[in-house]
């Protein structure tokens, strides 16, 4: 019988005995607080929500932490960031940076991180490489959230793994078990990689689709009925999921950090005193 560890948030080991660990599809029940990650309605016909939206829900909901990650730039970040202070939660600022086949989630950890991040959206913007060679997790000062199985063999191969967390969608059936299946045809990835499971928050409630799947359509120049089968419409995550502490299965990796977790790593804040935001400037301007 194999044994994972599950490392607590306390930093204490935990032993939980499991079957063939390495070979098949396990799963784990652990206590833990999961990140919720949102899009607002900056990231172009996929979110509907405005960020004051967004940040009162999650202030309904007894959220402490809260990411805003919109597709490919920062452009809600001042906005979310006062938002959040005046909610009295704790944010986080990303992007998730995406070609249309692949995504990870960056988070800025600190001043130099927020600077690392805009250069990162730029570079991307403007053309000059593929995802994969301008975003390569490592270093200090960002975190790197990735639920690609693809990406995450890629970086895990090139051992490019550092800052590289694992994060399976607990809200999302459908991306959680291709990491699931991940972990079963690669093991070696469950000793390399920590896991932060996540909370994607981009629809409120089910009234909410029919907007999502009109924007998805705009987006792809058809309609609503036309949609491709591979366009996949987000879930809502019912109100169970916004519990501080609960129970639900996470993939068997030897490190799980919670929310909590991942804001104390991260200490980055807007400096409204002086008015000198952390920005990238282009080499070529």
């Known amino acids: 019988m194999a044994v994972a560890y599950i490392k607590s948030r306390d930093g204490r080991a935990n032993a939980r005995p499991g079957g063939f660990l390495l070979c098949a599809i396990y799963t784990l029940f652990v206590r833990y607080s999961s990140l919720v990650i949102c899009k607002s309605h900056y990231s172009f016909l996929k979110g509907v929500h405005s960020i004051s939206d967004i940040v009162t829900f999650a202030s309904d909901h007894g959220l402490r932490q809260l990411c805003l990650a919109d597709e490919n730039g920062l452009y809600g970040a001042v906005e979310f960031a006062t938002a959040c202070g005046e909610a009295n939660i704790t944010p986080l600022i990303g992007a998730e940076m995406t070609d249309g086949e692949r995504s990870v989630t960056v988070i800025a950890r600190n001043r130099d991180g927020y600077a690392q991040l805009s250069?990162?959206?730029?570079?991307?913007?403007?053309?000059?490489?593929?995802?994969?060679?301008?975003?390569?997790?490592?270093?200090?000062?960002?975190?790197?959230?990735?639920?690609?199985?693809?990406?995450?063999?890629?970086?895990?191969?090139?051992?490019?793994?550092?800052?590289?967390?694992?994060?399976?969608?607990?809200?999302?059936?459908?991306?959680?078990?291709?990491?699931?299946?991940?972990?079963?045809?690669?093991?070696?990835?469950?000793?390399?990689?920590?896991?932060?499971?996540?909370?994607?928050?981009?629809?409120?409630?089910?009234?909410?689709?029919?907007?999502?799947?009109?924007?998805?359509?705009?987006?792809?120049?058809?309609?609503?009925?036309?949609?491709p089968a591979e366009e996949t419409i987000p879930e809502a995550p019912s109100a169970t999921l916004f519990g501080q502490l609960m129970e639900e299965p996470i993939l068997p990796f030897q490190t799980v950090l919670s929310s909590g977790d991942v804001t104390r790593l991260c200490t980055f804040q807007f400096d409204f005193a002086t008015l000198h935001l952390p920005r990238y400037i282009h080499r070529d301007t």
């Open 119 to 227: 250069e990162i959206i730029t570079r991307f913007q403007l053309h000059e490489s593929p995802l994969t060679e301008i975003v390569v997790p490592g270093g200090d000062d960002l975190l790197h959230f990735c639920a690609d199985p693809i990406l995450l063999q890629r970086w895990a191969r090139r051992k490019e793994t550092g800052s590289l967390y694992t994060m399976p969608i607990i809200s999302g059936g459908s991306r959680c078990g291709s990491l699931l299946t991940l972990t079963s045809r690669r093991p070696n990835l469950v000793s390399s990689l920590s896991a932060v499971p996540v909370i994607e928050l981009n629809l409120f409630s089910d009234e909410d689709i029919p907007l999502y799947k009109v924007l998805r359509a705009i987006s792809r120049n058809c309609t609503v009925e036309s949609l």
